[in-house]
Every structure is written in structure tokens, then in C-alpha cells.
T-cell receptor, first 111, second 112 residues
Framework: GQQLNQSPQSMFIQEGEDVSMNCTSS?????WLWYKQEPGEGPVLLIA?????ELTSNGRLTAQFGITRKDSFLNISASIPSDVGIYFC???????????FGEGTQLTVNP | DAGVTQSPTHLIKTRGQQVTLRCSPKSGHDTVSWYQQALGQGPQFIFQ???????QRGNFPDRFSGHQFPNYSSELNVNALLLGDSALYLC???????????FGPGTRLTVT
């Protein structure tokens, strides 16, 4: 089956720093989604990407759909303490609508 | 506008028992997907329901079954529970014509 490799596994940063994380796949995806999950809650959708090369922003978050369609990137600018959580990438196969998730990036922001 | 809701929040069952988890989709959504999230891992797709039919299935045994009702709500049933079934079970809803899935808070299942 398809696998998503998400890196880094964890990040410890100071408030105000920028953050970058990425996902790579062994197969092509038609859609990339980025989610954030906090303890005791379900994942919350942050950004959806639909076209290769697409760059989309949501406030301080910016995500890109890689041109090979096998990778995606998420950047967070000027991090704040409420950015703490686990960030997941998810890809949708070329057929169907099931999502395949990465292993997550645990983000810790020190005030 | 109500989001995705799931019940119960937590559940403790004994190995070999059966369990039913429930999900109500976001208002206006017609498709429900179920995911299993083990501790420290990303969600794994179990199956998806649309128009009361199983539309797509992940790599889970037949012990995992589901149902969708005419009001689009859904149930996940797991028979003959194993210790390894302990996980957070997430329900996500969407429109069949779109690919953005919105998750509920999950049901934490513990099998002892």
C-alpha cells in the first residue's frame, strides 16, 4: 500500500521562529491535506491542495503541493504557543477518496 | 452549525466482546469515513459509506463492519475484540463530490 513519510518527527522551537515540515510519498496523490491534532481531539483541517505546484495560505500557514505530486510542504511563520500540537499530512489516491496519513510532526513552541 | 459528533467519548471492553460506535456527520454532508488511530500514529482508513453502502475499504478484517442510515449517520461495529483494537476511532464526514474530510473528536476504545 501507499506510504507517507513525514519529517521531522518532532520539533522544539522558540516562539517567533518559522517552522517547515514535509511529506513524501512512494506514489502520486491527487489531493494533499494538512491537519492539526491536539490532545483528546480529532484532527482539524488546516489547508487543502488540489493541483501540482499549488501554493495556498491560511493565515500564518502556507502549504505547497509538490510538482512531482509525490510530496507536500507546510510552513508556519512566526510561531506562537497555540501552534503546539501534532501536524499530519494526508494524501488522496488517484482513485477513490480514502486518505492516507503521515506519522505526524509533534511541534513544541517555547514561549 | 453542528460539526461531526461521536459517541461515546470513552469505552472500556473486554477481549472477545463486541462494540458499536456512533457518528453524526456535519450538517449537509452525505459521506462518512471511519479511521483507527493507534497511540503515536497517524489515522488509518477503515472504510467509507455513501448512500448507505460501503464505498471503499481499507486493510481491516471482516470483524470491522459498518452501517449508514438514511439520515447519513453511521455506526462502526467491531466483533471479537482483540487487545490490539485499543485505539482512538475517528469519524470524518464530507460531501461525496469533494475531498475535504472533517473529523469528529473520536471515541477512545480500551480493550482489556
Amino acid at each position: 500500500g501507499q506510504q507517507l513519510n513525514q519529517s521531522p518527527q518532532s520539533m522544539f522551537i522558540q516562539e517567533g521562529e518559522d517552522v517547515s515540515m514535509n511529506c513524501t510519498s512512494s506514489s502520486i496523490f491527487n489531493t494533499w491535506l494538512w491537519y492539526k491534532q491536539e490532545p483528546g481531539e480529532g484532527p482539524v483541517l488546516l489547508i487543502a491542495l488540489y493541483k501540482a505546484g499549488e501554493l495556498t495560505s491560511n493565515g500564518r500557514l502556507t502549504a505547497q503541493f509538490g510538482i512531482t505530486r509525490k510530496d507536500s510542504f507546510l510552513n508556519i511563520s512566526a510561531s506562537i504557543p497555540s501552534d503546539v500540537g501534532i501536524y499530519f499530512c494526508a494524501g488522496r489516491e488517484t482513485s477513490g477518496s480514502r486518505l492516507t496519513f503521515g506519522e505526524g510532526t509533534q511541534l513544541t513552541v517555547n514561549p | 452549525d453542528a460539526g461531526v459528533t461521536q459517541s461515546p467519548t470513552h469505552l472500556i471492553k473486554t477481549r472477545g466482546q463486541q462494540v458499536t460506535l456512533r457518528c453524526s456527520p456535519k450538517s449537509g454532508h452525505d459521506t462518512v469515513s471511519w479511521y483507527q488511530q493507534a497511540l503515536g500514529q497517524g489515522p488509518q482508513f477503515i472504510f467509507q459509506y455513501y448512500e448507505e453502502e460501503e464505498r471503499q475499504r481499507g486493510n481491516f478484517p471482516d470483524r470491522f463492519s459498518g452501517h449508514q442510515f438514511p439520515n447519513y449517520s453511521s455506526e462502526l461495529n467491531v466483533n471479537a475484540l482483540l487487545l490490539g483494537d485499543s485505539a482512538l476511532y475517528l469519524c470524518a464526514s464530507s460531501l461525496v463530490s469533494e475531498y475535504e474530510q472533517y473529523f469528529g473528536p473520536g471515541t477512545r476504545l480500551t480493550v482489556t
